[in-house]
């Protein structure tokens, strides 16, 4: 039951902002390992978060394996914009994005 959360006015949702503001410090390890910590909870127990966690694990793989060493800023702020827009709009976003990517796929077949 959620006796616990009665009443309580969504602390979370800051928390979420916090969290999503410093993500990719925390990817990076660019944290103190008292916030790395307390980042690490909260995404274990907020899916949305931790979906954002995933997508900037993700780019930084991939700009990792595309650009090696030397990640030219242009890409960066390119897929940071990118990320940020879907932030801006929300999941909803992502859902038509992968809903487009889907009918490409079913089309190719
Ligand atoms: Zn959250």
Not at 2 to 19: I, W
Request: glycine share 4%; charged share 30%; aromatic share 2%.
């Amino acid at each position: 039951m959620s006796a616990d959360g009665a009443g309580v006015p969504l602390p979370e949702k800051q928390q979420c902002r916090d969290v999503v503001e410093h993500i990719y410090e925390y990817v990076d390890g660019e944290v103190t390992p008292q916030a790395l910590a307390a980042v690490r909870e909260h995404l274990l127990s907020c899916p949305p978060c931790l979906e954002q966690y995933d997508v900037q694990v993700a780019l930084k793989e991939l700009v990792r394996r595309c650009c090696q060493d030397r990640a030219p800023d242009s890409l960066r702020v390119r897929i940071l914009a990118q990320v940020t827009a879907a932030q801006a709009t929300g999941a909803r976003a992502a859902e038509t994005r992968v809903t487009q990517v889907t009918r490409v796929r079913l089309r190719d077949e």
